[in-house]
DNA sequence: CTTGATGCAAAGTGTTTGCAACTTA
DNA sequence: TAAGTTGCAAACACTTTGCATCAAG
């Protein structure tokens, strides 16, 4: 799985003659360890401790190239900030966003994807790629607004 | 429908024992003459228009009273910037993004928000409200990527 | 008149960029 | 050794906030 996402990356770059350096290694391996969403200063955090120089502006640029690649995948939950996860060798899924404790839980479910692209083709559409977030409150933060 | 809105967001400053200002009721006014998805700049560019002394931060203020107040939704398509469009008296609705020229198109289908209510329950999360984004090529631009 | 509202400019946030020094292929 | 890459700090875009002054109820 790391080793596909490597492939995956270092055949991006070389495409398009990009340089696999030392720093964008270590980003992609944190990047890869990381479990669930993590949001860029997250990852420089990860990346700092796997190598003390690499900057804010290293990872920025780093985390353009992931999702560029397709390794990483990149969500706006809002909040302001953007975040990220593990894109390779998963399938797609939807998010539910706790709007109290902010817990994310992924869920997948084709029959709404099949009605998104029926949609699409009525409004002649092509659909590239699309972002469904519900919003609400999850389980353990019941139902009751704050 | 101008008088709804009035009435909803003065009953709204009412009740929470805040003040109808002129600016308030100028910056209301001009969010609903406003079509389509507009942006706090560009409010603020109607506003001054009405009242050369409207400022940016009063926009932004009473923006998020009018978003509260129900009178206005804000979504996030992306680009760093959030839009704004009437709520009031509308139904809900969902959009396609052109990831080319960035029209927005608007769509129902009840189809979808059933599956995503019953996805809800399914996993007890109490859904309060949705973004389902469908981004990519409209009719005009073509399915060809850039 | 009391409490909230305004305008201004400064401060924040998250992200991007210019540039000289430095690596990778 | 040519071309891309890095760290740093400054620049950015959008939004928020502190404060003295002003106006609504």
Redesign the interface.
Same mark, same amino acid.
């Given at each position: 799985m790391v080793q596909e996402a490597e492939k995956l990356f270092s055949e991006f770059l070389e495409q398009k003659d990009l340089k696999l350096t030392s720093q964008r290694r270590a980003i992609l391996l944190e990047s890869l360890k990381a479990r669930g969403h993590f949001s860029a200063e997250e990852l420089l955090g990860f990346s700092k401790a796997a190598d003390r120089t690499i900057s804010k502006a290293t990872v920025y640029r780093t985390l353009a190239l992931l999702k560029d690649s397709g390794v990483l995948e990149e969500h706006?939950f809002?909040g302001g900030k953007k975040l990220y996860e593990k894109a390779q060798g998963r399938k797609h899924h939807d998010h539910?966003v706790?709007?109290r404790c902010g817990k994310i839980?992924e869920?997948e479910?084709n029959?709404?994807e099949n009605? =998104?692209n029926l949609?699409?083709r009525k =409004?002649?559409?092509?659909?590239?790629?699309?972002?469904?977030?519900?919003?609400?409150?999850?389980?353990n933060c019941?139902?009751k607004?704050a």
């Open positions: 706006d809002g539910f706790c709007i839980i869920f479910n029959r709404i009605l =998104q949609e699409g =409004q002649h559409f092509k659909i590239v790629y699309h972002s469904l977030k519900l919003f609400g409150f999850c389980s019941g139902s607004p």
